[in-house]
């Protein structure tokens, strides 16, 4: 078996004389914001004509820097059999039928089958809103020679299922961000580098605990960072480290796990091959080793000759965005009062009101959107007007015409990974009102009032508490329903849910991180289990 990166989360698997691409990113995603970091536009061309032409093609998700509408349009074989993962709508094999994919195969959650002779997958889905345009899924790809498991930016609960099913010789694991905060926040400087620095905290904390679940022959390092080219976005890009940013690259993480006695992670650029024979896996690289350190010694030059060669594609990219002139107020209020309408429980959540503002190239506010929550309405904005709100957003007005104009259903998939936009809230983040952002059209916004009405039906499980520490606390964390015997920790005066980096107090159990949440927690006495 061999597999072969080819960028981001894309891996073209080689196994028993069959090919399976997944993830194939090569078009700049989010509205030209997020590139492929190390750059994948100069792979060889006998590799391209083989990652255009396999077997099978797997898409994990919809998110832009998986699902490269463009590069399957207009690159991908529309023969190629496309495995899909078992999620509660056909989201996924709709958009692959627009592009002329005909051949399917549907696979069930969890459930090893053979595609071809001699290689197995099994692919694993996670389907809460907040997952993502459908869901999110890995794969777990099995032949005589060995066993890969792409887990790219999925973040399974249960770590026992990917592990389930045999010795894992490659894991291929996201350990950077994939988000917009705190970077897009009006907030004080230093209070945002604090929350950046949280924030990678988090991640390299989460990544870690599937390191240890899986325990691989080699970490294969995947799904990130993006770099960001376009001038506006340049300082995101995290270089000298010191920069406000959650995006550290490969470097950090392999830094990381060699001291906690992990020095299995491989440098992983687009072209690296993991070969898998006789359980060792041998890494080869597509260049020099000088060439390989350049990357990431010299990332700063490295990142500015990749930005002259894309600034004529940045600037059609942003010239592209121009519509005519819209009744951003009606348009939004014909769009969203419907959907409104439909999520009583969603918009009890979200509890507060929602502030839009349209922008002028000099930053300055053209025409202001109030999304009443409580109301169900979206009505006209004025500065100075009595409409009390606890969110605002702030967004091009030219970029906010155009996700219009497309009826983007998921504005997190659309806008909000760009970056383009800046925000501000009064209290702790609010998961609900993103669930409803990510939900504009009427199956997604069913879905969504469905998963929202669970939960606050929900009692908190029947599961046995268990101990953390010194404290006996519930199994499930109330954010994502993650299993706090793996993912919780102990740190200072919190309990810490690694998955997501919720924050909850030791003596109360109240969260720190998002209003309205908690979880049953306790000092263990003597009679609890050690």
Known sequence: MQAV????????????????????WFTPAFFGSWFVFPRNDRLDPALMEEICNPDFLYVSHLHGDHFDAAFLAERMNKDVTVLLPDYPTRELEREFNKLGFRRFIRTSHGVEREISPGVSVAIHVETSITDGPGGDSAIVVSDATGRVVDQNDCRTHDLGELGAHGPVDVHWLQFSGAIWYPMVYEMDADEKKRLCEAKVESQFARAMRYVEAIDARVVAPSAGPPCFLDPDLWGNNMITGDEISIFPDQT????????????????????????????????????????????????ESYLRDYQRDWMPWIEAQRASWARPATDIVGALRLWWEPLLAMAPTLRANIGANCVINALRPDGTTDVGVYVDFLAGRVEEHREGDDQPFAFRFGIARDLLERVIADRAFDWSNSLLLSCRFTAWRAGDYNESLYNFLKSLSVEKMNRTEAEASMKSGARGGDEADVRIGDHIVQRRCPHRDADLAVFGEIDGCDLVCTLHGWRFDLETGACRTAEGRSLRIRPAGPNDPS
């Open 5 to 24: 990166s080819i960028g981001h989360a894309g891996i073209l698997i080689r196994a028993a004389g069959a090919t399976i691409t997944c993830d194939p």
């Open 252 to 299: 950090e993480f392999r830094r990381r796990l060699a001291a906690a006695g992990r020095s299995n992670a491989a440098v992983t650029i687009p072209g690296t091959v993991f070969t898998v024979e006789n359980g060792t896996v041998t890494v080869t690289q597509p260049m020099d080793d000088a060439g390989v350190d350049r990357i990431f010694t010299d990332k």
